[in-house]
């Protein structure tokens, strides 16, 4: 049986970080276990490559939730990267960190360690920033954060009309203001994704003490009495053991965190005995708890060629585009879709934004998976910061190879709906300011929908995730709490969970950032162990 001091599940934004930060030290070995590929193609590194892997399964679990009972009983899509990188090789590269009262929230709720002060110097000891140089950014780490590649011209007009609609700009999200609209900053460097693993992994492959296993689904957690001693997996057709002298850190990701603490026999004991499992730990909160945001788009069409298109212009463009990506790294083909948006307030009196944009330089429409998007023209996502309703993920089966059951429970807190709606009202206004005239198509979808009642009905028919999961192994303490401050599962030794599901509150942004801060800490925490305090 192969023997590492630690064995790292999930080889994505978390897994990632923490397999690099951790095997800096020459004397400790490190072994990543990745379900999916190596994933270093160009449908991963070219930007525009998203479009083709969130729609399909290349690199991508594609989860569905279970019905959704407040959207007509709709079972919405959910993509997750099933690569090294994770989800950061397919998402859309948008770099925000949420607002700094996210975070001091956390700490409020009982995890020392986690407030705004205390967290920052971890976003910037991860990040490169190439165009910040100030006391909210890093320079020197792993991961490359820029301004867009595009230099797309719509990012003006929208700027423009979001002003005209009486709104304010923010130059920096992630620094003094986070109000206002801008142009999101990516993870990209010279034009290409930058993923969890370019930025971490990569460079350190060649380690004599990192060891990275893809094609590698972990299907349980191994344990000699209450103490972690390893994981039981499978690889190329065959059922393995691997030993963990020290941890083992689970960063699988929301849905699949949980699952595998289920799997190996920590949940809610009656629901695991229902399935066969043997409980080793009853811990009811294991799958409780999930946010997400939910998302409205509102759509025009346009016949500008600066937005992507699938007609026969567009494809001219698009190739002559495609020349020049060749050449300079610049253009249409670094777009991450979302290129511009901001964190707005329904209510200036709120003492933060409650809504965040995304506009998007094409049709989106149901993650790109029908052909509506192949005609030119922008879109506006609207989305509500931090939900009220919570969800669960729990277990199908006892069977490791299933996906798990994903319920959100979009919209089950009615005030959910109430803000979606004021958001809805407040995107439009920003449609239809003059800025957008000389480019405005056909509205599609809500055309002609005003009422209140049309709005609620228009959003349980199309609302969507925006894909940012968290909660599911929530950090805190009380009965419903996984995982403690320094991130130790609740009553058993030598298991860590670090990923996005240990966030006990969904954050007020993108959440690929806020996961790295977490990994990052996380090692930290690791290595010095004296200082990670105690699991209960
Ligand atoms: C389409 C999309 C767009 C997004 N856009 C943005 C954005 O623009 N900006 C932003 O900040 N956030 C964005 N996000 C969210 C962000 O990417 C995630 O919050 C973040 O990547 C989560 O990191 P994680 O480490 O928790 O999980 P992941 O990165 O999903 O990693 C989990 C890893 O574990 C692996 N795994 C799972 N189960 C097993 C198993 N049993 N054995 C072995 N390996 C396993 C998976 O294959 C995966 O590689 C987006 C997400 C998606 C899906």
């Given at each position: 049986?192969?023997i590492?001091?630690?064995?790292?599940?999930?080889?994505?934004?978390?897994?990632?970080?923490?397999?690099?930060?951790?095997?800096?030290?020459?004397?400790?070995?490190?072994?990543?276990?990745?379900?999916?590929?190596a994933?270093?193609?160009?449908?991963?590194?070219?930007?525009?490559?998203?479009?083709?892997?969130?729609?399909?399964?290349?690199?991508?679990?594609?989860?569905?939730?279970?019905?959704?009972?407040?959207?007509?009983?709709?079972?919405?899509?959910?993509p997750?990267?099933?690569?090294?990188?994770?989800?950061?090789?397919?998402?859309?590269?948008?770099?925000?960190?949420?607002?700094?009262?996210?975070?001091?929230?956390?700490a409020?709720?009982?995890?020392?360690?986690?407030?705004?002060?205390e967290?920052?110097?971890?976003?910037?000891?991860?990040?490169?920033?190439?165009?910040?140089?100030d006391?909210?950014?890093?320079?020197?780490?792993?991961?490359?954060?820029?301004?867009?590649f595009?230099?797309?011209?719509?990012?003006?007009?929208?700027?423009?009309?979001?002003?005209q609609?009486?709104?304010?700009?923010?130059?920096?999200?992630?620094?003094?203001?986070?109000?206002?609209?801008g142009?999101?900053?990516?993870?990209?460097?010279?034009?290409?994704?930058?993923?969890?693993s370019?930025?971490?992994?990569?460079?350190?492959?060649?380690?004599?003490?990192?060891?990275?296993?893809?094609?590698?689904?972990?299907?349980?957690?191994?344990?000699?009495?209450?103490?972690?001693?390893?994981?039981?997996?499978?690889r190329?057709?065959h059922?393995?053991?691997?030993?963990?002298?020290?941890?083992?850190?689970?960063?699988?990701?929301?849905?699949?965190?949980?699952?595998?603490?289920?799997?190996?026999?920590?949940?809610?004991?009656?629901?695991?005995?229902?399935?066969?499992i043997?409980?080793l730990?009853?811990?009811?909160?294991?799958g409780?708890n999930?946010?997400?945001?939910?998302?409205?788009?509102l759509?025009?069409?346009?016949?500008?060629?600066?937005?992507?298109?699938?007609?026969?212009?567009?494809?001219?463009?698009?190739?002559r585009?495609?020349?020049?990506?060749?050449?300079?790294?610049?253009g249409?083909?670094?777009?991450?879709?979302?290129?511009?948006?901001?964190?707005?307030?329904?209510?200036?009196?709120l003492?933060?934004?409650?809504?965040?944009?995304h506009?998007?330089?094409?049709?989106?429409?149901?993650?790109?998976?029908?052909l509506?998007?192949?005609?030119?023209?922008?879109?506006?996502?609207?989305?509500?910061?931090?939900?009220?309703?919570?969800?669960?993920?729990s277990?199908?089966?006892?069977?490791?190879?299933?996906?798990?059951?994903?319920?959100?429970?979009?919209?089950?807190?009615?005030?959910?709906?109430?803000?979606?709606?004021?958001?809805?009202?407040?995107?439009?206004?920003?449609?239809?300011?003059?800025?957008f005239?000389?480019?405005?198509?056909?509205?599609?979808?809500?055309?002609?929908?005003?009422?209140?009642?049309?709005i609620?009905?228009l959003i349980?028919?199309?609302?969507?995730?925006?894909?940012?999961?968290?909660?599911?192994?929530?950090?805190?303490?009380?009965?419903?709490?996984?995982?403690?401050?320094?991130?130790?599962?609740?009553g058993?030794?030598?298991?860590?969970?670090?990923?996005?599901?240990?966030?006990?509150?969904?954050?007020?942004?993108?959440?690929?950032?806020?996961?790295?801060?977490?990994?990052?800490?996380?090692?930290?925490?690791?290595?010095?162990?004296?200082?990670?305090?105690?699991s209960?």
């Amino acid at each position: 049986m192969r023997i590492f001091d630690y064995v790292i599940v999930g080889g994505g934004s978390a897994g990632c970080v923490l397999a690099g930060r951790l095997s800096e030290d020459p004397d400790v070995s490190v072994c990543l276990l990745e379900a999916g590929g190596a994933g270093r193609n160009w449908l991963v590194r070219v930007p525009f490559g998203l479009v083709l892997t969130v729609p399909a399964p290349f690199i991508n679990w594609g989860f569905k939730t279970v019905p959704q009972t407040q959207l007509n009983r709709r079972r919405l899509y959910q993509p997750r990267g099933r690569v090294l990188g994770g989800s950061s090789a397919l998402n859309a590269m948008i770099y925000t960190r949420g607002h700094p009262s996210d975070y001091d929230r956390w700490a409020a709720v009982g995890n020392p360690g986690w407030s705004w002060r205390e967290v920052l110097p971890y976003f910037k000891s991860g990040e490169n920033n190439l165009n910040f140089h100030d006391d909210y950014h890093g320079v020197d780490g792993p991961q490359p954060v820029s301004d867009a590649f595009t230099g797309n011209p719509m990012h003006a007009v929208f700027l423009e009309a979001a002003q005209q609609a009486c709104y304010p700009v923010s130059c920096d999200f992630n620094g003094t203001q986070q109000e206002g609209v801008g142009v999101y900053q990516v993870t990209q460097r010279d034009g290409e994704r930058w993923s969890a693993s370019r930025a971490y992994l990569e460079p350190n492959l060649c380690r004599p003490n990192l060891t990275v296993l893809t094609g590698a689904r972990v299907q349980r957690v191994l344990f000699e009495g209450r103490q972690a001693s390893g994981v039981q997996y499978r690889r190329g057709g065959h059922t393995e053991n691997m030993r963990a002298r020290r941890e083992v850190i689970l960063s699988a990701g929301t849905f699949q965190s949980p699952q595998l603490l289920m799997l190996s026999g920590i949940g809610d004991g009656q629901a695991l005995q229902n399935l066969g499992i043997e409980v080793l730990r009853h811990l009811p909160g294991v799958g409780a708890n999930l946010q997400d945001h939910l998302d409205y788009t509102l759509i025009h069409r346009a016949r500008n060629l600066d937005l992507i298109g699938a007609s026969p212009r567009g494809i001219r463009r698009f190739m002559r585009e495609l020349g020049r990506y060749r050449c300079e790294r610049r253009g249409m083909l670094c777009t991450n879709v979302a290129e511009a948006g901001g964190f707005l307030k329904t209510d200036t009196s709120l003492p933060r934004p409650d809504l965040q944009l995304h506009f998007c330089v094409a049709i989106v429409h149901n993650h790109g998976r029908t052909l509506q998007h192949l005609w030119h023209g922008y879109s506006l996502h609207v989305c509500v910061l931090r939900p009220a309703s919570r969800g669960r993920v729990s277990l199908a089966r006892s069977d490791p190879g299933k996906a798990p059951l994903i319920d959100p429970a979009y919209l089950s807190d009615p005030r959910d709906l109430e803000l979606l709606v004021r958001g809805f009202k407040l995107a439009r206004r920003i449609l239809e300011a003059p800025a957008f005239t000389p480019y405005r198509g056909r509205e599609l979808f809500s055309a002609g929908v005003v009422s209140d009642a049309d709005i609620c009905a228009l959003i349980r028919a199309r609302a969507e995730t925006i894909y940012h999961p968290v909660g599911t192994c929530r950090m805190g303490r009380g009965d419903f709490a996984v995982v403690d401050a320094s991130l130790k599962v609740h009553g058993v030794q030598g298991l860590r969970v670090v990923d996005a599901s240990v966030m006990p509150t969904l954050i007020g942004g993108n959440t690929n950032a806020p996961t790295m801060m977490i990994a990052e800490k996380a090692a930290d925490m690791i290595r010095d162990q004296s200082g990670a305090g105690a699991s209960t």
